[in-house]
Structures are given as structure tokens and as C-alpha cells.
């Protein structure tokens, strides 16, 4: 499987915007369907956006529907998530994931993916 090395994290103010990027190695992103996830201290890992392999399927979370946006460049090997309006209830470690799946149902419902490092998103006053 490819390895995931997720970047773009930082501190942000509320509003701001941020963009996190997932390069993979090892292999081509075609052959999965990719996604984010994200976990705040104390609080279990939870979805935030997924994508088909081909990129004309999305989900999101309800939380980030209309303030993030997920895509891909499959030619580059490497995921987005453009994030905008930014919460401190958006503070996190974002996790990359990815899923043998076709479907971003199946790496939002499934059990089968695997996930990068993480990358700490703070936002704060």
C-alpha cells in the first residue's frame, strides 16, 4: 500500500482559512478512494470528507458541508482539503486515509483504510 504524508497544518485564527495536502509514495492514488479524518483531544477519530478515485464522488461530514472542500490531483499523487471559515471547534489532528474501495461510502463506512501520520490543525484567538 502507499505511505500518506500529510502537510499544511498550523495555528490559524477563527476565519481563517488553511490547506492541507496529502503526498503519497510507494505507489499511485488511482487504485483508492481518499479521504480526511481528524481528532480533537479526548474525543474519539471521526470522518470529515471523502472522495472516489476518480473524484465524481464526495461526502462530508455535515459539520464541514460548505466550509471545506475535498479534491485530488491524481497526476501529482496528492490529496487536498481546502478548508475555509475555520472554527475552533475545527482544532485537530487531520488524519489522511485511504480505502482499496472505489466508493468514499465505503472509507466513511467501512473498515478498511489506513491513514497517514497527521498534521495538527489549531485554530485559536
Known amino acids: 500500500q502507499v505511505q500518506l504524508v500529510e502537510s499544511g497544518g498550523g495555528v490559524v485564527q477563527p476565519g481563517d482559512s488553511m490547506r492541507l495536502s496529502c503526498a503519497a509514495s510507494g505507489g499511485t492514488i488511482t487504485t483508492y478512494a481518499m479521504g480526511w479524518y481528524r481528532q480533537a483531544p479526548g474525543k474519539e477519530r471521526e470522518f470529515v470528507a471523502a472522495i472516489s478515485r476518480s473524484g465524481s464522488s464526495i461526502s462530508y461530514t455535515d459539520s464541514v458541508e460548505g466550509r471545506f472542500t475535498i479534491s485530488r490531483d491524481n497526476a501529482k499523487n496528492t490529496l487536498y482539503l481546502q478548508m475555509i471559515s475555520l472554527e475552533p471547534e475545527d482544532t485537530a489532528v487531520y488524519y489522511c486515509?485511504?480505502?482499496?474501495?472505489?466508493?468514499?461510502?465505503?472509507?466513511?463506512?467501512?473498515?478498511?483504510?489506513?491513514y497517514g501520520q497527521g498534521t495538527q490543525v489549531t485554530v485559536s484567538t
Open positions: 486515509a485511504a480505502s482499496v474501495f472505489s466508493s468514499p461510502y465505503e472509507l466513511r463506512y467501512g473498515t478498511n483504510r489506513f
